[in-house]
């Protein structure tokens, strides 16, 4: 159930908004934004937030956790996690399917709106996915009722990997909705794993990861999705690029082209590709263990360079909570997956601080992009007629403690890391949900609508 929020003017803010940053104050009523300007004065009625130069974000829509339900709700739930990405100031989520039972048809799909309602802290969608043999619930799939379909063309968490050649084929050729891939040749990892199994049994220590789940394993299953997506003429969204050598499958350039026209082969890459590399597991060891791998150095860097050249199209996270004693298994039984939305965008904010993004690249890639690759309606944007999805941030730093971890899980990889940021507010549909030190109100989040 959703509230009607308070009518809120934020004033002295530092807006940044595609492409640009400046001064300015915004006024909320009935859930939207009504009004940018300068010098805007307050309603009988309004609450007047000071921002006094702080950077006044359009809310982040994360195109790719993992919530975990339904089935797997002892480390995460729908509740639980979008009040960690709330917090963090992702205020839109898109869950996937590789849940217990996972969601293969039109009534598994509901059955996550239906728990998300009333429950979810942020905005949500969930993605429809592919099997071997789902082909004929695929074909039904109603545009409007998820973000799009997505298909593991490599084995991960869950299982559902999707292997047989005709169906890819069909899968590329007749899917009503952007198709989101999992790229990894699973033959490649499984002769990998083998090799590695013979040498250290069930052992191996977490820096061999990026050597299994190798980028030649990414290099091979990414070309093979955007050689269908060509074929077909598919719209291919290829998730989690975590190699510097994949960077040239794709094309350079906006998303949406001077003429108008949108890329429709794209990428994402993640938080954690750009915060850590091989030389943390040393540290982290299995915390830091997921699917693809955590490459070298060089990726890291190159796929931050990617970024800022348009090469790559969104940022997202990859939420992926397990339980501590999960991770503290051998390797072979440690799942893959870390949980992320929390410190996600204050972890993107150091790359501003670094030099090496701007705030509004920033927002570009983990705000206006997935709306527009998405085609979220009424999202991801600050202009008026749009909902009041804000973060607020503050030049303030903040030091990862576990005891702040909002996620069921427990625990972070940042724990420990100060970054020089700190979300000092969010608003979700127009009403505060989190005020700079906890969260406030009842869950506010509504379902994403689709507009294709
Ligand atoms: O590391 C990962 N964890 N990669 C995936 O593809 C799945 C995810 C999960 O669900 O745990």
Redesign the pocket.
Known sequence: MTTTPPPTLIVNARLVNEGREFDGDLRIADGLIVEIGSGLSARAGETVVDAAGRRLLPGMIDDQV?FREPGMEYKADIATESAAAVAGGLTSFMD?P?TNPPTLDAAALEDKYRRAAGRAWGNYGFYMGASNDNLEAIRAIDPRATPGLKVFMGA???NMLVDNPDTLDAIFRDAPTPIIT?CEDTPTIDALLADYKARYGDDIPAECHPDIRSREACIKSTRLAIGLARQHGTRLHVLHISTADELALFEPGPLVRADGSRKRITAETCVHFLRFDRADYARLGHLIK??PAIKDAGDREALVAALADDVIDVLAT?H?P?TLEEKGRPYTGA???LPLVQYALLASLELVHEGKLTTAQVVQKFAHAPAQLFDVAGRGFLREGHAADLVLVDDTPTTVRREDVLSKCGWSPFEGMTFHARIGAVWVNGALAWDGSQLVGTPNGQRLAFDR
């Open positions: 993992h996937m590789n991960s968490t869950g999992h997921c699917n990859d992926a397990h799942p893959s997956g």
